[in-house]
């Protein structure tokens, strides 16, 4: 089944200013550590933890954060991250011996002219790769790179995807982050590099596609989390023609501004040949 996570926005601190991030037009925010040990405390079966922001790297007490979901009970542990504080070693195994040992790592480029564009930080691409290069030979942990696909990177995520399974990840998401892009540009180049992930024999994975654009590739998504990474400052919505949907129930929709300038891209599914195996995964 797939893994669901409860969410925690540890604040929008950042230490890239990513062009298409949510994070940097708000006002600088860290969530109060004794809101967060309370809601840790007050769930009733604490398993999979998601940590985010902003990044939440860069929190002076998230030692202390990771610590007290292990203390209470938490089985996995996961921190959506830039990397870039991961280059150093001692901050990675200082993480691991709190008991977080599971990283999502933002790769928005292949090379530092496409990643660096779009972070707005020179530099960024080699730290963010240093980071993996770190935990590449590391055991025991789960590393997964997250592609936010955008206006600037989608004709570079076929080289994102072969650089992160050069670096041996376990799983690659491939994540759809501008609403000003159309889906039917960048599905070729989504489909490309599902196939080159497959042939690797490597889990990928996709997010924020309607299951209508992704048809018989259905079958390849993204775990579960409170409300979707990707639904986070969008209005995400479903157009008319979805009510015959046999999706409708669990399809996240997609942009409301997207709908109104590309409805034409969008068609119910009316039979699938996965659709009873998502959707136990769905509803388990």
């Keep these: ?38 809601f840790l405390e007050q769930k009733q079966s604490l398993e999979n933890i998601l940590l985010y922001g902003g990044e939440p790297t860069l929190r002076k007490d998230i030692l202390q954060i990771i610590q007290k979901a292990v203390t209470l009970g938490a089985k996995r542990i996961k921190i959506l991250t830039n990397g870039r504080i991961l280059s150093d070693i001692n901050t990675l195994y200082s993480l691991m011996d709190a008991g977080c040992f599971l990283f999502e790592i933002k790769l928005w480029g292949s090379n530092p002219v496409v990643h660096d564009k779009i ?12 980071s993996l290069n770190n935990l590449a030979p590391i055991q025991d942990k789960f590393v997964a790179v997250r592609i936010p696909i955008c206006k600037d990177n989608y004709r570079d995520i076929q080289n994102i995807v072969i650089l992160s ?14 609403p000003n892009l159309s889906l039917k540009d960048i599905l070729p180049f ?16 996709t997010e924020g596609f309607p299951f209508c654009v992704m048809k018989d590739l259905a079958k390849h998504m993204n775990e579960i989390y409170g409300d979707s990474i990707f639904s986070i400052g969008y ?24 709908i109104k300038n590309n409805s034409i891209e969008f068609s119910p599914v009316l039979e699938n040949k996965y659709l009873e195996d998502i959707r136990r995964l769905y509803e388990s």
């Design 1 to 38: 089944m797939l893994i669901k996570y409860d969410k925690i926005y540890l604040g929008s601190i950042c230490n890239n200013k990513c062009s298409l991030c949510l994070s940097n037009k708000a006002i600088p925010f860290q969530s109060d550590l004794n809101t967060i040990f309370n």
């Design 119 to 130: 972070t707005r930080i020179t530099g960024s691409f080699h730290e963010t790769i240093s």
């Design 165 to 178: 399974i050069n670096f041996g990840v376990n799983r690659i998401i491939l994540s759809y982050n501008d």
């Design 190 to 205: 989504v489909i490309n590099s599902l196939n080159i992930s497959i042939f690797n024999r490597t889990w990928i994975l």
């Design 235 to 258: 209005n995400l919505t479903h157009h008319n023609k979805c009510s015959d949907c046999v999706f409708r129930t669990i399809c996240p929709g997609i942009d409301s501004e997207y």
